[in-house]
């Protein structure tokens, strides 16, 4: 499985923005999710999602304001962020597990795309 992330750009706070998150290489049916590492911090889960996208599931910083949601009709992945703030701004990875749980451990996740930067300026 390949991943490709795109959408990443520059956003003032308070901004939404959209993420996207591209699967090929064959028929994928595992669960999927976002981590994202800011400058001089660690890699953070951000967000999961079953492969039926009936379970979600959020790190506490981005509840409320980040929603995950995949078509797998398509293979794509989206990360919906809203109300954005400056301690958003990372660069964002779209990953993709063979199995159907989501998890938080980012060594759980097999599958991992390049990374998208996102900058949320004040």
């Known amino acids: 499985v390949q991943l490709q992330a795109s959408g990443g750009g520059s956003v003032q706070a308070g901004d939404s923005h959209r993420l996207s998150c591209a699967a090929s290489?064959?028929?994928?049916?595992?669960?999927m999710g976002w981590f994202r590492q800011a400058p001089g911090k660690e890699r953070e889960f951000v967000a999961g999602i079953s492969w039926s996208a009936g379970s979600t599931m959020y790190a506490d910083s981005v509840r409320g304001r980040f929603t995950i949601s995949r078509d797998n009709a398509k293979n794509m992945m989206y990360l919906q962020m809203n109300s954005l703030k400056p301690e958003d701004t990372a660069v964002y990875y779209c990953v993709a597990r063979g199995g159907y749980g989501m998890r938080r451990n980012a060594n759980e996740y097999a599958y991992w795309g390049q990374g998208t930067l996102v900058t949320v300026s004040s």
């Open positions: 290489g064959g028929t994928f049916s595992g669960a």
